[in-house]
């Protein structure tokens, strides 16, 4: 078995990192208190994450033509040591959540709309709001 290369970095404090699910499944974590993960990530066995960076390109590779969706924003340091930096595509360093995710830990959650164009429409990922 191939070892897995992991950074334990420091994320710089109030840094936003993000992931995407269906309103549904975050439905579901908001009344249970966490987010356990989509099959993919239980499946992986970490809640795959992205940085503001990262998450326009997660979401067209990974949920393009997909509605019903929203964005989670939680502060990275809220997270603390289960969350870890590792390199996924193209050798960026994703961040990566061997736990579930609290929803006390969660800045905003957003919907995820698909504009006219097919591709999701964000908002503003600093803030939350609308762009």
Request: aromatic fraction near 8%.
């Amino acid at each position: 078995m191939q070892a897995r290369a992991t950074a334990l970095l420091s994320p710089a404090m109030g840094q936003l990192i993000f992931k995407i699910c269906s309103h549904t499944s975050w439905r579901e974590a908001e009344a249970a208190g966490r987010f356990a993960g989509a099959p993919v990530d239980s499946a992986d066995g970490y809640i795959h994450l992205s940085t503001a960076a990262q998450v326009g390109e997660t979401a067209a590779k990974h949920f393009a033509g997909q509605s019903d969706l929203v964005l989670i924003a939680a502060e990275a340091n809220a997270l603390g040591s289960a969350l870890k930096w590792e390199p996924s595509r193209g050798g960026d360093l994703f961040p990566h959540l061997y736990s579930d995710l609290p929803a006390a830990a969660v800045s905003w959650v957003r919907p995820l709309p698909i504009g006219a164009d097919g591709r999701h429409v964000f908002p503003d990922l600093a803030t939350g709001e609308a762009s």
